[in-house]
């Protein structure tokens, strides 16, 4: 079945940076897009970026731009969210979701909860 | 910058309908704006219900149902259940970008 699954909670004081991962499995890992998505305490959802496995292509938001990298192992079908510059606002829960080209988003993972805090 | 705007809040009695709404400050909603829509409960992660504006998944129960409604992308439930009670966002791409909506909380009741 299909799983993607995250990395563990982080603890970050304010101006370092943070890696997450995500791990595919259950599927061909190249076959398909993967969004990163993040939820502040009580927010909606904010959309960061998306990379595409087979090539290792991404494309973020302005508002990220200059502070986010995502990156892939196609030998261990991981991808990663590097956020630098954290600051407070950069609190809450990161999570991958996959996306077939064209629009079909169908399975998250579980979340990484991330907080900024001297 | 791109604003989709979703109605805040709805409430809805069990065995009724309801309409969500997602709104593009860029003008009328169309395919080609791919609209998503996600169920959020507390705690967890989101769950993809409608995607491509009208296509279920195979997990999402029929009374889903994903359309275009005066110029916004739509989602109705028909027949709410006490479990449908929850956050609901829209994902539209725009200018090859992807932007949530604010979400909507329904209450069932």
């Known amino acids: 079945q299909v799983q993607l699954v995250h990395s563990g909670a982080e603890v970050k004081p304010p101006g370092a940076s943070v890696r997450i991962s995500c791990k595919a499995s259950?599927?061909?890992?190249?076959?398909?897009?993967i969004h990163w998505v993040r939820q502040a305490p009580g927010q909606g959802l904010e959309w960061m970026g998306i990379i595409i496995p087979s090539g290792g292509s991404t494309n973020y938001p302005q508002k990220f731009q200059g502070r986010v990298t995502m990156t892939r192992d196609t030998s261990t079908s991981t991808v990663y969210m590097e956020l630098s510059s954290l600051r407070s606002e950069d609190t809450a829960i990161y999570y991958c979701?996959?996306?077939?080209?064209?629009?079909?988003?169908?399975?998250w993972g579980q979340g990484t909860p991330v907080t900024v805090s001297s | 910058q791109t604003v989709v705007t979703q109605e805040p809040s709805l409430t809805v009695s069990p065995g009724g309908t309801v309409t969500l709404t997602c709104a593009s400050s860029t003008g009328a909603v169309t395919s080609d704006y791919y609209a998503n829509w996600f169920q959020q409960k507390p705690g967890q992660a989101p769950r993809a219900l409608i995607y491509t504006t009208s296509n279920r998944h195979s997990w999402t129960p029929a009374r889903f149902s994903g359309s275009l409604l005066g110029g916004r992308a739509a989602l109705t439930l028909s027949g709410v259940q006490p479990e449908d009670e929850a956050d609901y966002y829209c994902l539209l791409m725009q200018s090859n970008a992807w932007v949530f909506g604010g979400g909507t909380k329904l209450t069932v009741l």
């Open positions: 979701a996959r996306e077939l080209v064209g629009g079909h988003f169908d399975y």
């Open positions: 259950g599927y061909t890992f190249t076959s398909y897009y």
